[in-house]
Each structure stands twice: as C-alpha cells, then as structure tokens.
Nanobody
Framework: QVQLVESGGGLVQPGGSLRLSCAAS????????MSWYRQAPGKERELVAV????????YYADSVKGRFTISRDNAKNTMYLQMNSLKPEDTAVYYC?????????WGQGTQVTVST
C-alpha cells in the first residue's frame, strides 16, 4: 500500500522555522522524483520545491528561494522541507508528491500557519 505521510506542520510566529517531513512507503522512493506543494485558502495548489532522485538537483519557487531547503534521505525513505524566516504568506497546507515513471502519489497534507 502506497503511503506518503507529512508531518511537522504547526503554528509559528513570523520569522520562525519549521521542518516538514514526508515519510514514504509502498513504492520505490529512491527512484522517484519528489516535490513539495502548498495550497492556501482560496488559492490554487502551487509548487514550492523539487528534488531529484539522488538529491543532487533542486528547484525552488521564487517566493521561497533562500528561505526553504528541500532534502531527502533515501535510506529512510523520507523527504524534508526546512522552512526558515517564515512569513504570514507561507500559511498553507503543505503536500508532498512523488513521481515515478507515469505514476503520481500525493500525501494528505500538513497545515502550516504563520501568525502572531
């Protein structure tokens, strides 16, 4: 059974940090491209960051570049998103996505709220 389980979300003040995790099981994680998306209330889901299978190549949306870092540990079947200098506009549900060949898997999401 394929599972992507996000964790690490929560409430944080502006300027704070959070580390999201995405634990994968039931498919070939190490040969899957992985990414983080987010969806704010009333907005479309948007791409946040992408990492290739070996973690050597990454991509970031302009809105998070320099503040967020995507990484993965293939030995633990886990992907991470380190989020620093958080802003209220980073408030959203964050989802992880896996793509292998022509198959896409999504997690259920974790809520991140940046507020005083």
């Amino acid at each position: 059974q394929v599972q992507l389980v996000e964790s690490g979300g929560g409430l944080v003040q502006p300027g704070g940090s959070l580390r999201l995790s995405c634990a994968a099981s039931g498919f070939a994680f190490s040969s899957s491209g992985m990414s983080w998306y987010r969806q704010a209330p009333g907005k479309e889901r948007e791409l946040v960051a992408v990492i290739n299978t070996f973690g050597h190549s990454t991509y970031y949306a302009d809105s998070v570049k320099g503040r967020f870092t995507i990484s993965r540990d293939n030995a633990k079947n886990t992907m991470y998103l380190q989020m620093n200098s958080l802003k209220p506009e980073d408030t959203a549900v964050y989802y992880c996505k896996a793509v292998r060949i022509l198959t896409t898997y999504w997690g259920q999401g974790t809520q991140v709220t940046v507020s005083t």
